[in-house]
């Protein structure tokens, strides 16, 4: 079974802080990874897919790289604002069979 | 990209009776799915919704507490019946739009739907 875990749970920084968000997983046969935002009482945003392929993806301030044979993905947010406070969360796995990481709760202060 | 919408998009019900959330994509997608996300918690896959056919559930779902039905290929609804205050989550539509489960299939998701059981 899948187990995805994101470290930390909870991050508070000074606006423009670059700071990294990491999501482990423990079965390496997977499709693809997908990182999220989720705002308080919001659906979630999807950010960026890796596929299993992939080594990294970039849109704007953010980049996501991903290591199968660890287990790991990053996501790189650079040059933080209060407006990129909110919950990260990972999506990863094969076929049908996803599973949502832990989260990281995210608030970027001025 | 497809563009997922839920109604409603927050409900406040008494023990016991049932809600009906429906879900709309803007186009024909492939795959629907319903996850619930209690307070405080990630999300957790309640089932797959196949159309014209049974849902495909989670273990830990059923289809008596959760039925499930998908008329074509843009919408979908979820029932959450014979509710309890241990129902109270936020429940999200999500949709895929590639015929196969690949590596480029992105996954979509509904607003949410907020629902408080008292």
């Known amino acids: 079974k899948q187990e995805v875990t994101q470290i930390p749970a909870a991050l508070s920084v000074p606006e423009g802080e670059n700071l990294v968000l990491n999501c482990s997983f423990t079965?390496?046969?997977?499709?693809?990874l997908q990182w999220f935002r989720q705002d308080p009482g919001k659906g979630l945003t999807s950010l960026l897919l890796?596929?299993?392929?992939?080594r990294e993806q970039t849109s704007g301030r953010l980049n996501a790289s991903l290591d199968k044979s660890s287990g790991r993905s990053t996501l790189y947010i650079a040059a933080s604002q209060p407006g990129d406070s909110a919950t990260y969360l990972c999506?990863?796995?094969?076929?049908?069979?996803?599973?949502f990481g832990t989260g990281t709760q995210l608030k970027v202060e001025l | 990209s497809a563009v997922i919408s839920q109604k409603p998009s927050r409900d406040i019900c008494q023990r016991g009776t049932s809600l009906t959330i429906q879900c709309q994509v803007d186009s024909q997608v492939t795959m629907m799915f319903w996850y619930r996300q209690q307070p405080g918690q990630s999300l957790t896959l309640i089932a797959t919704?196949?159309?014209?056919?049974?849902?495909?559930?989670e273990s830990g779902f059923v289809i008596d507490k959760f039925p499930i039905s998908r008329p074509n290929l843009t919408f979908s609804t979820l029932t959450v019946s014979n509710m309890s205050p241990e129902d109270s989550s936020i429940y999200l539509c999500?949709?895929?739009?590639?015929?196969?489960?690949?590596?480029?299939?992105?996954?979509?998701f509904g607003p949410g739907t907020r629902l408080t059981v008292l």
């Open positions: 919704a196949n159309q014209g056919s049974e849902a495909t559930y």
């Open positions: 890796i596929q299993s392929s992939q």
């Open positions: 999506l990863t796995g094969g076929g049908n069979k996803l599973t």
């Open positions: 079965d390496s046969a997977i499709y693809n």
């Open positions: 999500s949709a895929k739009k590639g015929v196969y489960s690949g590596p480029t299939n992105e996954q979509f």
